[in-house]
């Protein structure tokens, strides 16, 4: 069979087995099928979301006229199902010239195909990571076409047909992305928030992005980190776990900011391309609730009575007054001639006269690869 090129801005050929209109299983959605043979051995199955263009449709395909198809949109990659996909914006026009091949008679397509939502799973590759559906960024297994010509899992495709929701794929429009700042809740003004960028579109509303950029995994694509970390913020099918801080984290910006969900966003500049998971996650209410709750008996029994009462500051300090612990000097590190406290970093010179140092005294927040040497022993 001659190779196609699906990016073509329009098809010449021959219509052929025109199904009647379908009602999908919502009842929101109509559909007919059909096939389009575009050289004597090559065709192509289609499926047209525009009901009102059927009886053309049969018309040209019953008269065997040469047609003109503009306005499709290609289903992604080869698929024994479905190649094509037409809307209301698509045209037919009976064209002037002939091609140099006769009408073939073609098979019908096989009415066993499921009613409400055609199946493109014959298509998908069990290690292809661009077949991942794009809103629960799981694989495809049962993946299927929405009216727009975009396919999803089964699962998030039904979702989107039954609450009519706009194709998650779309151009957002009216987009905006803006920089946060730090902001404080009405309601609760000791809770304070500052997400990474605020987002507003005609379609999805106001929500919020957070980005993280895990240095642990620099080298690493994201689907590896999540396989071989059982602390990475993701699971090995990438959904970001409730029981990690960055959960709790993007519900609090959530609560603060007065939107309906966050754009969590994952990034590592790993080797030979970078990798780059999204995942929108809805607000928990019940979850904040809560939390909000614990955080008000919290400033409550200890933050407000401590500020009234300053018991804690008025309490005298405890000293020993044992004889070893009078004999007992603090040894002292570091530049700032202080106790050991906190992460601490020790010199490779032996004879360096501070040998450990406070990670924020010499302005480090990871332990480097390599040996380390303080300014001093450096010169």
Known sequence: MAKRKLDIE?????????????????????????????????????????PGKHEKFVSTATMNSFVKLTGSTLSPGRSVQVDAI???STTLQVAMNELSFKKQKIKPIDESQPKDLINLSANITRDDHSQRCTVCVNRQKTAVIIPCGHTFCMACATQIEALDQPCPTQ?????????????????NPFLGASPDGITNCQCCGRGIVEIKCPYKHKDNTI?????????????????????????????????ILKVTYCDFVVFTKCKPLPSLVIIRVLIDINLCNSMIAKCNRFIQDYVVKELITRDLENQPATTS???DDKNNVTETWCLCFEPEYGRMIKSENLDCPYQWFHYKCVNIRRKPRGKWYCLNCEK
């Open 86 to 88: 037409y809307n209301k």
């Open 223 to 255: 689907e590896h980190a999540a396989a071989i970390d059982s602390t990475f913020c993701l699971d090995k099918n990438l959904h970001l776990k409730t029981n990690h801080r960055y959960y709790t984290q993007i519900q609090f910006q959530m609560y």
């Open 10 to 50: 329009y098809l010449t050929g021959y219509l052929h087995n025109v199904s009647t209109v379908t009602l999908s299983a919502n009842v929101k959605t109509k559909y007919f099928t059909g096939s389009f043979q575009m050289t004597k051995t090559d065709t192509m199955r289609l499926v047209c979301f525009a």
């Open 171 to 187: 151009q957002h429009l009216d987009f905006s992305c803006t920089q946060s700042g730090f902001h404080v809740s009405n309601e």
């Open 321 to 323: 007054s044992t004889q």
